[in-house]
């Protein structure tokens, strides 16, 4: 069993950076599709950010602000985030394995999610 673990989230001020950080522990096999969602209580999962090979796609509220790279060690992904937002509040949740892309049933595993809270 393949589990994500996420960190890095956290409170930031409006205009402000953080990093999040997902590691896939268990078996130690290549996950190639790797995403982040964010979700808002009583909202659907929203899709952020998603690389495979050589490929990123992002959706459109967060382009030119969040960046997804992948991580020197094998099965981590990060999400640098840039000029943050109070909508940008949520839980996020790194998703792997499966075919990726934006839509969140295409992923078969997924961390418990960090909390990033923006104050304006």
């Known amino acids: 069993q393949v589990q994500p673990v996420e960190s890095g989230g956290g409170l930031v001020q409006a205009g402000g950076s953080l990093r999040l950080s997902c590691a896939a522990s268990g078996r130690t096999f290549n996950i190639y599709n790797m995403g982040w969602f964010r979700q808002v209580p009583g909202k659907e999962r929203e899709f952020v950010a998603a690389?495979?090979?050589?490929?990123?796609e992002y959706a459109d509220s967060v382009k030119g602000r969040f960046t997804i790279s992948r991580g020197n060690a094998k099965n981590t992904v990060y999400l640098q985030m840039n000029s943050l937002q109070p909508e940008d509040t949520a839980v996020y949740y790194c998703?792997?394995?499966?075919?990726?892309?934006?839509?969140?049933?295409?992923?078969?595993?997924w961390g418990q999610g960090t909390q990033v809270t923006v104050s304006s």
């Open positions: 690389i495979s090979s050589g490929r990123t």
């Open positions: 998703a792997g394995g499966g075919s990726g892309g934006s839509d969140w049933y295409r992923y078969m595993y």
